[in-house]
């Protein structure tokens, strides 16, 4: 255990609007020693992959979800009477409005009331709104439904990057563990559409939320065996604990004097992920270039019938197994992530200045990724014809996958490194975001697809892609410079030095990683 005495010439930080200045009279800080065994950082290599492998169930089962509806739209369609498509693509849409809303509510309150009751609620709750569409007696119940199955299915995406960020310290091991993640979150949308596909023409459409349910059910058990991981909550209830047992209250956590009231949740609290999204650059471009290529995965659920059903003739089932060339791609990313995180590792051995760079560890897979994305627009647009081999366009799957899934990886492994214990609101603005996107575009992909044709409409995404493409390249130039001016990232650097102070017993200077006339070339 570490204290640290707040009388002993501590300093305060400019402080983001929510953040509480510690400087509390007469009383001990607690802090984890840097070896000390209940820090999550410092768990088992086992138990931290069990916490990361029981998120990722988490959040597979809210991604597989969210494509649930798309193969099955035509057979509940069929039942209720339903003939509009603008109607049919709503229990889809919806479910995205609320993945809209949920990581407002969900992302903050995991730091300020920990990770694993947040989780628990959310996921309980989740799996009986499943329950209900499955159940659901009309369409208009079913579309609600969805809608709120959506709200607290965006917990563990909102959350999730904020767990690994609290078990992993390194940008390495921290890395790896969101990028099995993420692979995790494109795997879920490519699913939902070939179990849709399949399971409504043979044993009815209720079937794929029934496979839901049950798979969230198996999902739950591992879920309440999680641990706490959030240090500050930890902290907590050691100090609480300390207090019982000397009877002294001059022990405290951090996080107890963070005010708890509903007005501060309301106002402050709940807030941070729009206040992240409006007032931080990276947070702000980061959520662009992500709902992008978000947007366009889901325009996909609605362009996918339009080239493969109606120019190759595909069935619901066979059309839906054409994002597993997605999810090939998606392979194949992780694969060039690991290659990416062997060449830093190798330069940061030899000491390489430009791997010291922040913007370095991540940013360059994003550069990388916007060809690909890019390419993937022109391939299946100019390809998709019936003169050409229907092979053709579902390779165009492939490179959309590597460049999608390295966009996600990069993007979101570099906020999570920027915000840290913030990481949660960051990803929460970054789901809000690309959510909404998510929500909206498909309702624009088959008038686009039937007025433009399939070539100029996918040209239209490739040429919009060559724009969001500047932006990792943006961040490597002036990133150091965007987080000098975030109050978040200074804050979290005081965060850092008071923390060492208390280890080492003296003043630690504030020092800002110099990264300019960065030499690439070492």
């Known amino acids: 255990m570490t204290t640290k005495d707040n009388d002993n010439g501590s300093t305060r930080s400019s402080l983001p609007s929510d953040v509480p200045s510690e400087d509390h009279d007469g009383r001990t800080c607690l802090y984890f020693a840097p070896d000390d065994p209940e820090s999550p950082y410092n768990w088992s290599s086992w138990k931290k992959c069990f916490v990361v492998l029981v998120s990722i169930l988490t959040v597979t089962n809210s991604t597989v979800s969210s494509g649930l509806a798309s193969n099955s739209s035509a057979y509940f369609g069929e039942e ?38 947040i989780m628990v609620v959310a996921f309980t709750l989740y799996t009986l709104f499943t329950l209900g569409c499955a159940l659901a007696p ?9 809608f709120i199955t959506g709200i607290f299915a965006a917990c563990p995406i909102a959350v999730v990057g904020g767990t690994c960020a609290d078990v992993y310290k390194t940008a390495e091991s921290r890395g790896r563990a969101m990028a099995i993640f993420m692979g995790a979150t494109t795997f879920g949308p490519c ?14 459409w209720r079937w794929s939320f029934w496979t839901s349910l049950i798979y969230a059910g198996v999902t739950a058990v591992p879920l309440l065996l999680v641990p706490e991981t959030f240090a500050p909550i930890l902290l907590r209830t050691r100090a609480r604990k300390i207090r019982k047992e000397t009877g002294e209250d001059t022990m405290y956590a951090p996080i107890e004097h963070e ?29 662009l270039y992500l709902a992008f290529a978000y947007g366009i995965f889901y325009m996909f659920f609605q362009a996918f019938p339009i080239i493969f059903t109606d120019i190759y003739g595909f069935t619901p089932g066979q059309e839906g197994l ?48 916007g060809p690909f994305l890019i390419a993937s627009c022109f391939w299946m647009g100019w390809s998709a014809r019936a003169d050409v081999h229907w092979i053709v366009p579902v390779l165009g799957g492939v ?124």
């Open 80 to 117: 209720w009477g339903i003939t509009s498509r603008s109607l049919l693509i709503l229990p889809t849409s919806l479910f995205l409005v609320g993945y809209v809303l949920g990581p407002i509510v969900f992302g903050p309150l995991s730091e300020s009331y920990g990770r694993k009751d």
């Open 138 to 146: 009309n369409f208009a119940s079913f579309v609600i439904l969805r």
């Open 191 to 204: 699913a939902g559409p070939i179990i849709s596909g399949y399971l409504s023409p043979s044993v009815g």
């Open 259 to 287: 005010r708890k009231d509903m007005a501060h949740i309301i106002t402050v609290v709940l807030t941070r992920p729009v206040r992240m999204f409006l007032f931080e650059a990276i947070v702000l471009f980061s959520c």
């Open 322 to 369: 054409v994002f597993l060339s997605i999810g090939v791609g998606a392979c194949i990313a992780i694969g060039i992530y690991i290659l990416w995180d062997m060449i830093m590792a190798r330069a940061r051995a030899r000491n390489a200045r430009w791997a010291r760079s922040e913007e370095m560890n991540r940013l360059p897979l994003a550069c990388f990724a």
């Open 399 to 522: 490179p959309f996958g590597i460049g999608y899934l390295l966009i996600f990886m990069a993007l979101l492994n570099y906020l999570v490194d920027a915000y840290k214990i913030f990481a949660a609101s960051a990803m929460a603005a970054a789901s809000m975001v690309r959510s909404a996107a998510g929500a909206v575009l498909p309702f624009a992909a088959r008038p686009m697809y039937t007025r433009l044709g399939v070539p100029w409409a996918c040209s239209l995404l490739g040429f919009l892609s060559v724009a969001m493409a500047v932006i990792p390249f943006v961040f490597i130039w002036k990133g150091t410079k965007l987080r000098q001016r975030s109050k978040f990232c200074q804050y979290l650097l005081q965060r850092e030095r008071e923390e060492e102070e208390a280890r080492v017993g003296r003043e630690v200077p504030v020092v800002f990683e110099e990264e300019k006339s960065v030499d690439v070339r070492a």
